[in-house]
């Protein structure tokens, strides 16, 4: 790994262990291993080193997210299964830093609309895995799902990681609620 790139998943780290305001130059060269010197050069202000984090982040995420609506166009998933799967996903998924600095991430593109465009295209990548699980699944209208879906799942996880506790409803019965599937 570069020293450019220890430096913003540093800074990842300690985004989600002390928030947007805990950003310090000195908490990420030691969670980075790297001088001061190497920290400014990189980066000039802590506005570049947020902006460049929540890309990186991005770029990792819009991969990730990527893999698995490729996965799941060759899946043949019943509503049932798809409402399995994500309730499997979203509890093997740990409570941990990462998810945490995404949030903050997210909140700082409210902050800074130069991050904007990169929150959009994050975004855009969830929409477009909803939107393959849904088509997949027979759903009609899956464009016109696939944000209340994201947003559903993105507003469970953030429940969870606020209150350590999974919601009253698992998120897979609550997919089926909002896709019509399940009228428990």
């Known amino acids: 790994m570069n020293t450019r790139d220890a430096i913003l998943r540093a800074a990842l780290r300690v985004i989600g262990e002390q928030g947007v305001a805990g950003l310090t130059n000195r ?4 969670e980075a291993g790297v001088s001061l010197g190497s920290l400014t050069y990189h980066f ?3 506005t570049e080193l947020l902006r460049e984090a929540l890309l990186l982040f ?3 995420e819009t991969g990730r997210l990527a893999g698995l609506a490729e ?3 060759a899946e043949d998933l019943s509503l049932a299964d798809a409402a399995a ?3 499997r996903v979203l509890e093997a998924m740990p409570m941990s830093i990462d998810e945490i600095a995404s949030l903050e991430l997210y909140l700082q593109a409210g902050r800074d609309p130069e991050l904007r465009d990169a929150t959009r295209r994050c975004f855009a990548a969830y929409d477009d895995l909803a939107v393959t699980i849904l088509r997949a699944l027979g759903v009609p209208g899956p464009e016109r799902l696939a944000g ?7 507003g469970l996880q953030l429940r969870r990681l606020a209150t350590g506790a999974p919601p009253a409803t698992p998120a897979g019965d609550a997919l089926l609620m909002l896709i019509g599937g399940d009228q428990r």
């Open 71 to 73: 996965a799941q166009r």
């Open 27 to 30: 908490r990420i060269v030691a």
């Open 58 to 60: 991005v770029e990792d």
């Open 85 to 87: 799967t994500v309730e």
């Open 44 to 46: 000039p202000s802590q």
């Open 148 to 154: 209340p879906v994201v947003a559903l799942i993105a």
